[in-house]
């Protein structure tokens, strides 16, 4: 079968044929440069490897076709390097420059890439728990500030951000991405690459952002990294695409194929994805970057043969770009003098390389992000720290609080225990290459810092193995104590890429510790790190309080602290559903019924569930607690019909019923009970943050038109069909009181 002629099932449903470069957009000297350019320096242009005079830690990528760097200055000396990743620092990537503009035959720029995933010198959450505050225009500053810092020490790009869903939370890198949710996701894909990118991506503080893994990858079957992924046409299209297209739609100019095959076709030699569905259905125009090495990984997919057969099913595939591997380097030529690889087809994406070069303004300024100065006025600045801070606080989410045992007053005798009080390496969670340990604030210094002076702390155990006496010195401390600090969960080592975990749970040695400490009777506030939801268990999950702080960053200790003591009112919300156990995995709110739902827990017989629990979340997406308590009522439509082509307004009135000025996040979900395809439980459809003063009420309304009721039909067209809605305004997914509506016919 010839790699050309494939096409998945779903791709004959295109809308539009794969363009053709008219003479209108052809650049004329762009075109004079490829005219010049031997095959050689064309895939030189095709090809990115790492700066090895600058690599970042072991560990960070596999070892693979590692240059010497006096062979790698050749090599770009010789026009034969295009792009170089994880180079930091902008005096030394000025001189690497410098070989390139000057030295080598036709003076091309060479691009600066790197890992710039949630901060440069100043690390923010990650994104997973940036989501959590629901806030994409947070999103986008603290997206900003990571560019200016990247920008000041050299970078014109970051492979970031992450779009994937993500419905199975052992899924390591479901840290990277914004959760289970496509309208949200959607939101946050579109907000940080405006961050990364700017208003103007030739200003010298802007960075190229990078959707990706272009695509599904957060559909990997088991929740295993790198894994394949058997997926319908309408899911892919309904659920794992439109973040790529919110993001290309805000002006995302590269995005990176991924590791994963679909339906048996790995993404880098996907025809249909890169080029028929990418270039032709949606019109971009910028350029694809494989993964690291994932072109050359075609082999070992057993989708090529030999180094030279994969190098030329990604190029044909629409892969511009081969990261690290160096098989275009390699073997483009050849393939180009048998007559097996057009060269209109290398010229191409050279073409598109090129012109995103001129794009970020490298021609005419080829040093723009160069200037070793603003390292020293644009890194880590109070500013910045104090974003920092703001979008942790922001991040955090309150899962529970017995008997309103937070706020803490500063006077109250504290025990710190657990792994994570005081130690800085676990407090950026992965995918930090540029950020310092050192700088970072940790729990305990947050707590001095904050003027709390009676704290004991006892690490009692390591994340994932004991402590000699720990337990027995962590409980003679809990018995000193009026409150419990419990800092454990995951080591930043445990989430992101490569990190795909089994048994979703608290580490034991870390459980252990737990229930001891329970045991004393002291009332214990679980402050949780993690990159993932997790399944809760014992002392755990029965906590008086349980904080969810994911990894925050450079300002952990500080925002942690500002929540406990009630200095900020927590608003975050989940992003993803925290489940009773490890093997509901994938669970996700936005599930279907089922033909045998349990509809009374009373009699579950013969429904959908396991022998150990309900298909349902200990903690639902949306939840969240604050130190305010909300009450909705009044919910309802403003007519009963939705007209074709008219809009609906679903309104509710929120009250805050507390003592205290809070902020809630006010969710509006729906669902379409009958439908020519079966449709999820529910479905966000929008959301609103509102603040109210202790006995304030605020009417919220939202509409609704026919788009917001759409899905894609076994014809992989997006619809809407006429009949009854169901909506909900509600604190989270698992709640609300119930409206209807009908769609009326066109």
Do not use: C
């Not at 390389?353 to 005419?364: M, N, T, Y």
Request: glycine share 8%; net charge neutral; no cysteine.
């Amino acid at each position: 079968m010839g790699f050309r002629a494939f096409r998945p099932a779903f791709a004959l449903l295109a809308l539009a044929a794969v363009p053709v470069v008219s003479a209108q957009d052809l650049d004329p000297q762009i075109e004079a440069l490829i005219a010049r350019m031997t095959i050689e320096e064309k895939a030189g242009q095709l090809t990115i490897l790492a700066d090895e005079s600058r690599a970042p830690p072991d560990g960070v990528n596999p070892e693979f076709n590692r240059r010497k760097i006096d062979e790698l200055l050749a090599e770009i000396r010789a026009g034969r390097v295009g792009s170089l990743m994880s180079s930091n620092g902008a005096a030394a990537g000025r001189s690497t420059q410098r070989i390139a503009v000057e030295e080598s035959r036709l003076k091309i720029p060479l691009l600066f890439g790197a890992d710039v995933i949630h901060g440069f010198r100043t690390v923010f959450p990650i994104p997973l728990g940036e989501a959590s505050s629901f806030d994409p225009g947070l999103a986008e500053k603290t997206a900003r500030v990571a560019a200016i810092e990247a920008s000041a020490s050299g970078l014109h790009w970051t492979f970031a951000p992450m779009v994937d869903i993500a419905r199975d939370q052992r899924w390591g890198r479901v840290a990277e991405g914004a959760g289970e949710d496509v309208y949200l996701g959607k939101l946050f894909a579109a907000a940080r690459v405006r961050g990364f990118q700017g208003s103007d991506l030739k200003a010298n503080n802007t960075v190229l952002a990078t959707p990706k893994h272009f695509a599904a990858y957060g559909a990997v079957s088991g929740g295993m990294d790198y894994n394949s992924v058997e997926i319908a046409s309408q899911t892919l299209r309904e659920v794992h695409l439109p973040p790529f297209k919110a993001a290309f739609d805000a002006g995302a100019l590269s995005t990176m194929s991924s590791f994963n095959d679909i339906n048996g076709v790995p993404a880098s030699g996907n025809r249909w994805l890169m080029t028929d569905l990418l270039r032709g259905e949606w019109g971009f125009k910028g350029f694809v970057v494989s993964d690291y090495t994932a072109d050359y990984e075609l082999i070992l997919h057993g989708y090529a043969a030999n180094e030279r057969q994969a190098a030329r099913i990604a190029l044909d595939a629409g892969v511009d770009m081969s990261m690290q591997s160096g098989i275009y380097a390699s073997q483009l030529p050849k393939l180009v003098a048998s007559g097996e690889l057009p060269m209109s087809v290398v010229d191409e994406s050279v073409r598109r390389v090129l012109r995103i070069k001129k794009a970020l303004g490298l021609f005419d300024n080829p040093y723009r992000s160069l200037d070793s100065s603003r390292e020293t006025l644009d890194v880590g600045t109070p500013a910045h720290r104090a974003l920092a801070r703001e979008a942790a606080r922001e991040s955090i989410v309150l899962l529970r609080n017995e008997g309103n045992l937070l706020p803490l007053r500063k006077s109250t005798r504290i025990a710190l225990i657990g792994p994570l009080g005081d130690d800085k390496s676990n407090l950026f969670g992965p995918w930090t290459i540029f950020g310092r340990d050192s700088e970072s604030i940790t729990l305990k210094e947050g707590l001095a810092l904050a003027g709390v002076k009676n704290v004991t702390v006892v690490k009692g155990a390591e994340i994932e193995k004991e402590i000699p006496r720990g337990i027995a010195a962590a409980v003679a401390a809990a018995r000193k104590a009026d409150v419990v600090l419990l800092a454990i969960g995951e080591g930043e080592d445990m989430s992101g890429e490569a990190q795909s975990r089994t048994d979703i749970i608290v580490p034991a040695p870390q459980q252990k510790l737990a229930e001891a400490v329970a045991a004393t009777g002291k009332p214990v506030v679980v402050l949780l790190s993690t990159g993932r939801a997790l399944a809760l268990h014992g002392a755990v999950r029965n906590a008086d309080a349980i904080v969810l702080n994911w990894f925050l960053g450079s300002e952990s200790g500080n925002a942690i602290t500002d929540v406990l003591f009630g200095d900020f009112n927590p608003s975050g919300r989940l992003p993803v559903s925290f489940p009773h156990e490890s093997g509901q995995q994938p669970y996700y709110y936005n599930h279907r019924s089922t033909g045998r739902p349990v509809q009374d827990i009373e009699k579950p017989e013969f429904k959908t569930k396991y022998r150990e629990t309900f298909n349902e979340a200990l903690y639902p997406f949306g939840h969240g607690l604050g130190y305010s308590k909300f009450t909705y009522t009044d919910t309802g439509v403003s007519a009963t019909t939705l007209p074709w082509d008219g809009q609906l307004t679903v309104k509710a009135k929120i009250r805050n019923a507390g003592s205290r000025e809070g902020t809630e996040l006010v969710q509006l979900y729906i669902r379409d009970p009958v439908a020519s395809l079966t449709r999820p439980v529910r479905e966000l459809k929008g959301f609103r943050k509102i603040r109210l003063a202790a006995g304030e009420e605020s009417e919220v309304s939202f509409q609704l038109t026919r788009r917001d009721l759409e899905f894609v039909g076994l014809d992989n067209l997006w619809r809407a069909e006429p009949g009854e809605f169901h909506v909900w305004i509600a604190p989270s997914s698992a709640s609300g009181e119930l409206a209807k509506f009908e769609l009326g016919a066109p």
